[in-house]
């Protein structure tokens, strides 16, 4: 066995001291896949290079609203080095992936619905990448735009444009607990605001990548991906394969931080090697990426929050709009999360918390890092700061009063018996904090 | 357009190319050379993931005209280990866990390479000062600047390095 | 103001929770451990690696259970032609989860090797250990080798394989939002002190102190590495980062012009550890991918309203709403 | 992936300005190549023909001939901050070049391209503009050597002719008591374009009165300009809080009226006072002792 190949340091960090106790767990060991990236000798998924391989680019749309009335590829077709132009009627299964709920399309049908800039119509595959360009810009597409959508609160009122079937609220979370409206009523002070919060990229270092190939009746695929079993089961669905025909390795991933999460160039790369029997692969640049990936949500937060004379949480009220854009990717579970978190870790006897996720015409919102979390907690942490100004305490002091504890019931009902650190996190930044000179008030 | 005939030593070795003029240096060493250390990150010199060493100096390759680098020294992060022996960076890199999802380390190790042959005791500010064209998304930069204080230590420790 | 310059300073404190896993649904994952014959391990897992360390964790995960050394220890992760699903890597969940799928998944192989052992040594399988590349009974190191364990395993036909499958204990959420969205949730406070140059609207942020609850860590520099990042990402959301969008169109595709953070805007980060151990953890581990970043934002965002006596209520804190704030428009 | 061009290596400066000169159809000099590869990967500029300066070593030297400093097309902007005669003679060009991009940048961008770029953010120009400068443009045949303020005619405009190389930047050295600074004002500490830059160069008697001040901004116009009242308001006077605070205004209504109406204006015109504070207390901290 090669140790350096996977990282192993040399005795003193990883030789195992016999005896009880912890021996591995608990210790700074080097990264297992380390020496590969610091040589250089990790291959990412456009580092791979396969005999024979072909290259692919997607046609994307330039209208956030239409219907794609017709798309001719004939003048790509006839460039020397475009080995094919496939579009939605060469999918074999189903045109249609989403993590939760599958309602965007591989590539856009004739006769389909366009709900954003960017969406795919047509995938080019050609000999290099150097014939891509030219060929994409042979390809005329015919298009009968619609009235677009882009705020999420215009989105939510009757009579605007209808993104999808079910109307552009995707999905509602309501979170009831004790008498809100009565707490407010009785409350000393109560503190009412709007939040809102950008639209933010992922910015991975890597762009989304991947190679293709079928091997022996497999169809193998490296990618650069954060669940490689659920693009299998993507892959194979939209292919109408057996699920045991595809086959989907993560290449090492330069970074995801939520945005590799969703389907980009799996389906693509599958249906192109598949079709052709020739490997295939595919490099978004970092224009692409930036188009077609999901963003942050941004969020509207509309939130009250009350407390006594002594700064005691009573009462938490939020409604929170989130723009999932033209697709719902992980919106829901984001806006969920989004509701559950809503009062901080904090213990609020009278919760009322409304979410919505909400279509419109602009780039998909999908996971980040944090799952709407940290723009509830822009809001909820405001609020703390501001009631404390209210009540004549410091932002430390507010927080240790409300923060919870073994034994306190969240908004949702849930009683939590171990593991609740909110306090001592709170305890020990802020002894930090005046051990550095940063935090000169009350110990 | 004319072929170009390339001509320069890289990681040590001379090679010899004809090539497009219109090729740039990172498809150079990418394609032509399976050099895939050096990673495409934007295409227009903001993240410095495709940093090379040109005579010693961090350039970013995708902004090189790969004529322009004929004739010169050309480092990639292939040439900094040796007979199976990483360099100090490369090992400091591993021991301080500044590498995550490693896209940005080949550039950033040839950035902290330039800086500890100039500078080989630099202070913090200076260290972020020489990466400060590497975009790294994962780490907070924090465990990068440790990583190349480290390096210089060792180096020191061995006269200089290599 | 000092220095002449009209810069303020300000100290802002952001706490935050976060449920591990999916929200009120089932997310197990499942893992895979087999012994081979000379007494190194495989690890089989679907959990995806895409920087932040899952299969160094999960690595240290199976050889602490095992005995093994690191360098025993190959974590194949994330094939699906040879991995069973571990679901998402998101969520923060991967530590949690797959640890706990792992770490079962290791248990039962070794329980197979116990047994055998026991066998051999005529003692209860439930006095006996694997370490060091032996079978050890009550603390005592035994002459029985574990190469020797398996190869009256493989003699037998017995694999030496163990399957481990976790499942958080999280329930759905009824019409009123009740029920348990989450089996534990990590914790973490951050204070941030930042300097406004109220002319140019410039915050910079000079320090952060970040106290993180992420149960046990099972690779501290690994932990620290999220918060740092996660940190960074943070004061980007905070100040400098926006997707400009008109009429459902990026106007700024590049990264020249969607600026994110590079090494000289980074503070001073003082990482601070709190392992509250989770019961139901593996080793009492939890998460902290996603919990380093949240509470960054708010954080400077209170840093600053501390500033400069003047709250922002959207994000980013750019330069020009800065100015606005201060001196009207 | 580039579009494809001819390409050229010309070995003396003699050869590359007859290629110029002869070549039919778009063409374009290469000097380091930060601004030229990335406009010609996106499609933004087309040339049939690149003439690489790559061999022209004569242009990368930085020189004092007489009282005057000549500074070659080529001089990158890293050899601008460790150069010893920039750092005796013009200390705040090394203090722009030093803000220019990450050191990827510094490497390979160069004075020349800098200048031909006529960038409103180019870093160099604000120092140039208050060093004095003028460019040398050379052709077959002829050369002219323009003062920067009428080379620059906006925004990437530029009295440059298709065959024309511009070869070396001059300017007067300052003498040693001369103070400086370069202020630069980013989004972000390094990769940033200017909002708002400021060059500094103050030169006072022995009193420490202060006999010429020249102050030149980057970014709130096409091109560089000089804040003419704040620089009369300065002659004749002694460094410190009360005169800082009024060349400060007068800096920002200057500013102020240039910008007139443009989306930036109520951005810029409060954000040049803080640009201003830090760019006039670094030349002479004195602006900031009572």
Redesign the interface.
Known sequence: ?N?ES???KGPEL???P???G????????????GTAKVTGGARFAADCKLPGMLFARVLRSTV??AVLRRLDAAGALSLPGVAAVFTAADIPGNNAVG?IVKDEPVLVETGGRIR??GDPLALVVGESEAVLEAALAKIKVEYEELP?V?SPLEAMREGAPQIHEKGNVQSV?????GDVEAALAQAKFVVT?????????H?YLETEAGVAAVENGLL?IWVS????????REVARVLNLGQHR?????AP??????G??DISVQCLLGLAAWKTGRPVKMCYR??ES??AST??HPFVIDYTSACDGEGRLLAVKVRIVGDTGAYAS?GP?TL??A???AT??YEVPNVF?ESFCVYT???PAG?M???G??QI??A???Q???LAEAVGCD??TI?LRN??RTGSVT????R?T?????E???L???A??QE?G??RGEP | MKPFRFKAIINDRPVELLIPPNRRLLDLLREDLDLTGVKE??G?G??GACTVLLDGRPVNSCLVLAPEASGRKITTIEGLASAGRLHPLQEAFLE??AV????CTPGMILAAKALLEENPDPDEQT???A???????????????RAVRLAAVKMAGKGGGR | ME????KKRG?????????IG???VPNPAGAFVDFLDDG?VLVLT?C??????S??VL???A??EL??????V??V?????VSP???????SRQTYISGNAVRLAAQQAKQVLLEEAAEVLGAPAGELET??GFVWRN?E?TSLALEEVLSRCRAKGKLSLGGGSFNPAATQ?D????????A????????V?VEV??????VSVL?I?????V????????V??QI???????LG?AL????R?K????EN????V?????????PE??T?I?E????S?P??A?GV??PA???????V??AV?DALGV?F????I???KV??AV?G? | MLPSFHYYQPESLAEALNLLADLPGPKKVLAGGTDVIPALSRGELAVEHLVSLKKLDELREIRRVGANLHVGALVTFRELVSSPLVAGFCRLLGEAAAAVG?PQVRNQGTVGGNVVNASPAGDLLPPLFALGAQVKLCRRGGERVLPLAEFLLGMGKTMLMPEEILTEVIFPALPGGAASSFVK?G??????IS??SMAVIIFRNRQGRIEEARLALGAVAPRPVRAERAEALLKGRCPG?AL?EEAVAAIAETVAAILGRRASA??KR??V???A??AL?RAVPE??KP
């Open positions: 066995m140790s996977r990282g192993g990883t030789s195992f016999e005896g009880p912890f021996r591995v767990v608990g210790r700074s060991l080097p990264r297992v896949d956030p609203h993590i954003r800039i677009p882009f979370t309501r979170i009831k607990k605001h709007r939040y809102t919060t950008q639209m933010v990229e910015a193998v991906t954060q669940n490689p079993h659920y693009d299998r595809v086959r989907i390795v993560q991933t330069g970074g995801g931080f939520g590799k999460l970092r224009e930036m188009i963003k942050r992980y579970p969920k999360r509701a559950v978190h901080g870790p918390i015409n602009n780039p996971a890092r944090g799952f979390v940290p907690a822009f909820h942490e405001s703390m700061d501001l932002p430390f927080r923060c919870y908004a949702t009902g849930q939590l171990a593991s609740v650190g909110i001592e996190t709170i020990r930044a802020r930090r904090a550095l940063i935090w | 990150g934007c227009e903001e993240c301080a866990g995550q999802c490693g896209y260290v972020k000062t990466i400060s064209g590497n975009l790294c998304r994962c780490t907070g930069y924090v465990k990068i600047v | 220095g002449g310059t009209m100290v802002g404190v952001g706490c935050m929770w976060y449920g999916n929200t009120g190194t679907g995806a690696d895409i920087g932040q360390g299969s160094t690595a240290q995960i050889a602490e005995g093994v050394n690191m360098e025993d190959l974590v992760a994330g094939d699906t032609g699903d571990a679901g998402a890597t998101s969520a370490a060091s603390g190191r959420l019409a009123d939002g009740q029920g348990v969205p989450y534990t949730y990590s914790f973490a406070t951050q204070v002190e140059d109220v002319e140019t609207g410039k320090r102190v970040a106290a993180h609850d149960g046990r860590a099972i690779n501290p520099a690994a620290e590495g740092e990042g996660g940190c960074v990402m943070g959301y400098l980062e926006e997707v969008v009429e459902g169109k990026i595709p590049a990264l020249s969607y600026l994110v953070p590079m090494s000289l805007d980074v980060i003082h601070i709190v509250e151990e989770e019961p953890g080793f009492g939890k991918g996603e970043l949240i509470p960054t934002a708010a954080a965002a209170n309203a709250r209520y959207e994000l980013p750019t330069l020009e100015v606005e001196h428009s | 990450g004002l989004r972000r500490n390094s990769l940033a909002r708002i809080p800082l109520p951005y409060v954000a006072k803080g640009v504070r830090q207390l602006f900031g």
